[in-house]
């Protein structure tokens, strides 16, 4: 995601480094997240790709984490560090986390909370890592990791229902014109990954029937799409509307899929020294979500500051698309969502067949939220 920059003045004292995916470290500590980050990520990546993953595939994983931009920040000690939150994308399935940080709804609860923006194929590795505390992510790339042994867990659904159609340029009439062509995706275990194998399902084709070519986020696939260097792939509003207003063609809609979207995600071995945080965190989405239902016009505002969309019309169908979808203030998972990934799984990976939905979410922290605590 592209960000403006701000270049600090010189300081003196002590110096840190941001992270390309927004993590912060001390340069006293930079060479030992580096060396942590090497073996973690090696670990995720295995989790995530198999025992098989080849060794230019992990250091491109790890360079994409380990760029950095220096700035200079003037440090002090402190007990804890603010809470990490990241978010993954720029499709306003992210909404509820922004509008939560833009009301102000962190600060009200008590809890300084630190909102990232991130690649949605570092993320899980970053929280296994503890890099970061809490993830805003679908489904899919939890499952996976939980499944591969993890402790990966979702404490809060936020959104229930898949919002992707797959486009295709405007000559491609029929899903056997796909056929050959090159489709963009993610990295295996992504969300984007999960959902382009879900549209090529429901259309009747295979991966094998097309090119299947790594690109990113959603972000990446659409900007691939206007550019002509991919023929199909997914979109999400407000990029999708955008799309169809440049002749892309929908060749499925997934709305009716049964899925898990984007929850709040923190490890499982981490819930007892995060839990004073992560009520207020929660009560401070639910915040946001109530602000979105009732103030259109700020939430218009806050979907185009985060996805850099400026069109009126196209904001405006942002919102009403999500609106229909419904972000859920009772913060609960979807069961039926999660075993439909679980059922999509199983076919590559065995442990998906014995699961059940309710392994994947504790709610103890939803609870507490409900119940006034």
């Given at each position: 995601?592209?960000?403006?920059?701000?270049?600090?003045?010189?300081r003196?004292?002590?110096?840190?480094?941001?992270?390309?995916?927004?993590?912060?470290?001390?340069?006293?500590?930079?060479?030992?997240?580096?060396?942590?980050?090497?073996?973690?990520?090696?670990?995720a990546?295995?989790?995530?790709?198999?025992?098989?993953?080849?060794?230019a595939?992990?250091?491109?994983?790890?360079?994409?984490?380990?760029?950095a931009?220096?700035?200079?920040?003037?440090?002090?000690?402190?007990?804890?560090?603010?809470?990490?939150?990241?978010?993954?994308?720029?499709?306003?399935?992210?909404?509820?986390?922004?509008?939560?940080?833009?009301?102000?709804?962190?600060?009200?609860e008590?809890?300084?909370?630190e909102?990232?923006?991130?690649?949605?194929?570092?993320?899980?590795?970053?929280?296994?890592?503890?890099?970061?505390?809490?993830?805003?992510?679908?489904?899919?790339?939890?499952?996976?990791?939980?499944?591969?042994?993890?402790?990966?867990?979702?404490?809060?659904?936020?959104?229930?229902?898949?919002?992707?159609?797959?486009?295709?340029?405007?000559?491609?009439?029929?899903?056997?014109?796909?056929?050959?062509?090159?489709?963009?995706?993610?990295?295996?275990?992504?969300?984007?990954?999960?959902?382009?194998?879900?549209?090529?399902?429901?259309?009747?084709?295979?991966?094998?029937?097309?090119?299947?070519?790594?690109?990113?986020?959603?972000?990446?696939?659409?900007?691939?799409?206007?550019?002509?260097?991919?023929?199909?792939?997914?979109?999400?509003?407000?990029?999708?509307?955008?799309?169809?207003?440049?002749?892309?063609?929908?060749?499925?809609?997934?709305?009716?899929?049964?899925?898990?979207?984007?929850?709040?995600?923190?490890?499982?071995?981490?819930?007892?020294?995060?839990?004073?945080?992560?009520?207020?965190l929660?009560?401070?989405?639910?915040?946001?979500?109530?602000?979105?239902?009732?103030?259109?016009?700020?939430?218009?505002?806050?979907?185009?500051?985060?996805?850099?969309?400026?069109?009126?019309?196209?904001?405006?169908?942002?919102?009403?698309f999500?609106?229909?979808?419904?972000?859920?203030?009772?913060?609960?998972?979807?069961?039926?969502?999660?075993?439909?990934?679980?059922?999509?799984?199983?076919?590559?990976?065995?442990?998906a067949?014995?699961?059940?939905?309710?392994?994947?979410f504790?709610?103890?922290?939803?609870?507490?939220?409900?119940?006034?605590?």
């Amino acid at each position: 995601m592209n960000q403006s920059r701000k270049e600090a003045p010189p300081r003196t004292g002590r110096t840190a480094i941001r992270l390309s995916c927004g993590l912060r470290a001390s340069v006293f500590l930079r060479h030992r997240l580096i060396g942590n980050a090497l073996l973690l990520i090696g670990m995720a990546f295995r989790m995530l790709f198999g025992a098989e993953a080849s060794a230019a595939s992990l250091q491109s994983l790890l360079s994409s984490m380990t760029q950095a931009e220096v700035t200079l920040a003037q440090a002090s000690p402190r007990a804890s560090r603010p809470l990490r939150v990241a978010y993954l994308s720029t499709s306003a399935t992210m909404a509820s986390l922004w509008m939560a940080k833009e009301i102000g709804g962190f600060a009200k609860e008590g809890v300084e909370v630190e909102v990232l923006s991130m690649a949605s194929s570092v993320a899980i590795p970053a929280l296994i890592a503890n890099e970061i505390d809490a993830v805003q992510v679908s489904a899919a790339p939890v499952i996976t990791a939980s499944l591969r042994g993890h402790d990966v867990v979702f404490v809060a659904g936020l959104l229930n229902t898949m919002i992707w159609d797959f486009y295709a340029r405007p000559e491609i009439k029929s899903p056997e014109q796909l056929k050959g062509k090159l489709v963009g995706t993610d990295r295996p275990a992504t969300p984007v990954a999960y959902g382009t194998l879900v549209a090529l399902k429901k259309m009747g084709l295979t991966p094998k029937d097309v090119q299947l070519f790594p690109l990113g986020s959603s972000a990446q696939v659409v900007a691939a799409l206007h550019s002509g260097q991919i023929i199909g792939g997914l979109g999400a509003p407000p990029a999708s509307f955008v799309l169809e207003r440049a002749g892309f063609r929908s060749m499925v809609n997934l709305l009716d899929v049964p899925y898990q979207n984007v929850g709040i995600v923190v490890r499982r071995s981490r819930m007892d020294e995060l839990g004073s945080r992560l009520v207020p965190l929660l009560r401070s989405v639910r915040a946001g979500i109530d602000r979105y239902y009732s103030d259109k016009p700020f939430a218009m505002k806050v979907i185009g500051k985060y996805t850099k969309e400026a069109d009126a019309d196209v904001l405006d169908k942002t919102y009403e698309f999500y609106r229909r979808a419904g972000f859920r203030r009772e913060l609960v998972i979807s069961e039926p969502g999660v075993q439909g990934i679980l059922d999509f799984l199983s076919e590559t990976i065995p442990e998906a067949k014995k699961a059940a939905p309710g392994q994947f979410f504790d709610d103890r922290f939803v609870r507490q939220v409900n119940s006034g605590k």
